[in-house]
């Protein structure tokens, strides 16, 4: 077993349940948890490495670390990852409930008069559009056409189909929106 191996499966035999515990309080859910503490494991050690082939080491002033020198403070970098980890997780978590409002339903618990229902407001919002930006909505993400085939297809430059979409996407958006959305009355829209 090389030198990182044994170092490893120590920390985890000794301060492994420690390291759990910590993603625990953390998170609060044992399964996120350990997969916190395998992920942190998974970093640390992937970003050591191995001297090079051909007996070369570590190249001098490198921030790489020899995987068969001793590694100090092991746990701390450990524990340091796994709150990084997490925090990035909660960031990207946040970032998410910001934004899924902004979805129209959530696709698992759809039904099919959800999903007609949701078709009947598309194209009643497609028809409140004027011509050439309906068109260039239908081509861009019904029949998945690029801006310089719609431009082709329109016989229009591709920086008008750009702003065509642009306005587009801007109308429907409003006119999409969910009533509980919508400034009400008498309050400028943010």
């Excluded at 920390?11 to 997969?35: C, H, I, N, Q």
């Excluded at 995987?67 to 796994?82: C, H, I, K, M, Q």
């Excluded at 970032?95 to 339903?105: E, F, N, P, Q, V």
């Amino acid at each position: 077993m090389a030198g990182w191996e044994t170092e490893l499966d120590e920390l985890m035999r000794t301060r492994g349940s420690a390291l759990v515990r910590y993603a625990y309080m953390l998170s609060g859910d044992r399964a996120l948890a350990e997969d916190l503490v395998q992920d942190a494991l998974v970093k640390v050690y992937s970003r050591l490495r191995r001297p090079g082939r051909g007996g070369v080491g570590v190249a001098a002033g490198s921030r790489a670390h020899d995987l068969d020198s001793p590694f100090t403070n092991v746990e701390g970098y450990v524990r340091r990852a796994v709150l990084t980890i997490y925090l990035d997780g909660y960031r990207k978590r946040q970032r998410w409930s910001g934004i899924k409002h902004l979805l129209a339903d959530d696709p698992s618990t759809r039904g099919a008069d959800q999903a007609a229902s949701a078709r009947v407001d598309v194209m009643t919002a497609l028809a409140k559009l004027g011509a050439r930006e309906r068109a260039c909505v239908v081509l861009r993400y019904f029949e998945d056409m690029t801006v310089p085939q719609i431009a082709d297809a329109l016989g229009t430059a591709q920086g008008t189909v750009k702003r065509y979409l642009s306005d587009a996407t801007k109308n429907l958006q409003e006119i999409l929106r969910p009533d509980d959305f919508r400034p009400a009355e008498g309050r400028a829209a943010r």
